[in-house]
């Protein structure tokens, strides 16, 4: 079975600064697949980054870079120069080990930029 | 590229109408498409997981009965949730995915359905 953790209900940052969101996750699988995903208040899912369990490096897009520490199973994301369009809810994912390998998500973050 | 649009959007209807979502995936064919259920301030559950041309798997804890999801063709899945009640209000998403299970899923905008 697979567990996707996200400790933080609710993460305050200021704007221009950096923040970083906690996700951990547990697996017997020895490849797997992390995804980040944006949710504004309208709904709609926005991919934000994805790593590899093979990735050697960390994945960046843009101000988005995951911090992917693979020992401590962990894949926080990191967001840098925080913007007010940046508030959202963010929900750390893994692809699945069944067979149609869907997506399992965490319980997410809000996060608010404030000005 | 990898457009899933879903509609409708927003829907409030009476208590025991059946109310169908349509995904649709405009630019790519989605072998695989996924139906998902969110409840206010929470995660997106899994309801099911569907094929083209094969019946739909149920996660645990979902009745096949009150949601009935057909995957007809590469580019079209539909979610009916029969005889709707309160309880079945709720952010419903769709998302799909083309080819193998390494490919990525797109989500759609979701589905906000309000019964009364």
């Known amino acids: 079975a697979q567990k996707i953790t996200q400790t933080q209900p609710g993460m305050f940052v200021q704007e221009k600064e950096a923040v970083t969101l906690d996700c951990t996750y547990d697996t017997s699988d020895q490849s797997y697949g992390l995804f980040w995903y944006k949710q504004p208040s309208s709904g709609e899912m926005i991919f934000l980054i994805y790593q590899g369990s093979y990735d050697e490096q960390n994945a960046t897009e843009g101000r988005y870079s995951l911090n992917f520490q693979k020992a401590r199973k962990s894949a926080n994301l990191v967001i840098s120069a925080s913007q007010l369009g940046d508030s959202a809810m963010y929900f750390c994912a893994m692809r699945g080990s069944g067979s149609a390998r869907q997506l399992t998500f965490g319980s997410g973050t809000q996060l608010t930029v404030l000005p | 590229g990898a457009v899933v649009s879903q509609h409708p959007s927003r829907v409030i209807c009476k208590s025991g109408t059946s109310v169908k979502i349509e995904c649709r995936s405009l630019d790519f064919q989605a072998t695989t498409m996924f139906w998902y259920r969110q409840f206010p301030k929470q995660s997106l559950m899994l309801m099911a997981t569907?094929?083209?041309?094969?019946?739909?798997?149920?996660e645990q804890g979902v009745e096949k009965d009150k949601f009935l999801i057909n995957h007809a063709s590469l580019t079209l899945s539909t979610l009916t949730v029969t005889s709707a009640h309160p309880e079945d209000s709720s952010f419903y998403i769709c998302s799909a995915r083309a080819g193998n299970s390494n490919q990525p899923q797109h989500f759609g905008d979701g589905t906000r359905l309000s019964i009364l």
């Open positions: 569907s094929n083209e041309g094969s019946k739909a798997t149920y």
